[in-house]
């Protein structure tokens, strides 16, 4: 069994608003990603981590900012949220070595008002 | 390029019917990963298999079960007397050992519906 914890699940928030969407793992992984989910259930990769001190933009261009100051904590940040920021938003993470298999997180389910 | 095709949007059947979700992919590596998620109503993927390119041996594990054919590029998944707990989205995926080695790439899913 995974953990990996995401803060909010779900969040409703007004336009022009700072927000910040938590993600934690206690399995001491190098690696973390976040992906954006749209309602047509396909993901799209924002961010991902290679490990501390490390980021990196995803395939899908976004607005958000992450940081990664511990291993065990990759957060999510938008600075002014629109109502095309409303999505799923999913954190996962996996060991740094092999080809191994992302963990994921519950998800936090953003609306932008 | 790499890619991954679901063909199948969604699949409605009666429980205790078997069900195959396709999966078709892409890739210019000869060494390669393949996944599959299962996302229920709750949001979360949850990890159910992964395969590497070398070894095409079909594989089982209670209802489930995955068929890796390389000469035509696929992964199946089949579900075998389906119960309305199998209902959710499957996500097939493809991670690289050469290209894009630390990402996953998604198909778009089959969302999966068995009804009583």
């Known amino acids: 069994e995974a953990d990996i914890y995401q803060t909010p699940r779900y969040l409703v928030i007004g336009t022009g608003k700072k927000i910040t969407l938590e993600c934690s793992q206690t399995?001491?992984?190098?690696?973390m990603y976040w992906y954006q989910q749209d309602p047509g259930m396909e993901l799209h990769l924002i961010h991902y981590?290679?490990?501390?001190?490390?980021?990196e933009k995803g395939d899908l261009s976004s607005e958000s900012t992450v940081s990664r100051i511990r291993t065990e904590h990759f957060p999510l940040t938008l600075e002014s949220a629109r109502p095309s920021h409303t999505s799923q938003y999913l954190c996962?993470?996996?060991?740094?070595?092999?080809?191994?298999?992302?963990?994921f997180g519950p998800g936090t389910r953003l609306t932008v008002t | 390029a790499q890619k991954v095709t679901q063909a199948q949007t969604e699949i409605s059947v009666v429980e205790k019917e078997d069900v195959t979700l396709d999966c078709v992919y892409e890739t210019r590596d000869t060494t390669y990963y393949l996944f599959w998620y299962k996302q229920p109503p709750s949001g979360e993927l949850v990890f159910l298999i992964r395969?590497?390119?070398?070894?095409?041996q079909n594989e089982i594990s209670g209802r489930y079960s995955w068929n890796f054919q390389k000469s035509t590029s696929s992964f199946n998944f089949t579900i075998t007397a389906s119960q309305v707990v199998d209902s959710a989205v499957y996500f097939c995926?493809?991670?690289?050992?050469?290209?894009?080695?630390?990402?996953?790439?998604f198909g778009t899913g089959t969302r999966l519906q068995v009804f009583p």
């Open positions: 981590s290679y490990g501390v001190n490390s980021t």
């Open positions: 395969r590497n390119s070398f070894d095409e």
């Open positions: 399995m001491g992984h190098d690696k």
């Open positions: 995926a493809l991670s690289e050992a050469l290209y894009n080695t630390d990402k996953l790439i």
């Open positions: 996962a993470s996996r060991a740094g070595q092999g080809f191994n298999e992302q963990y």
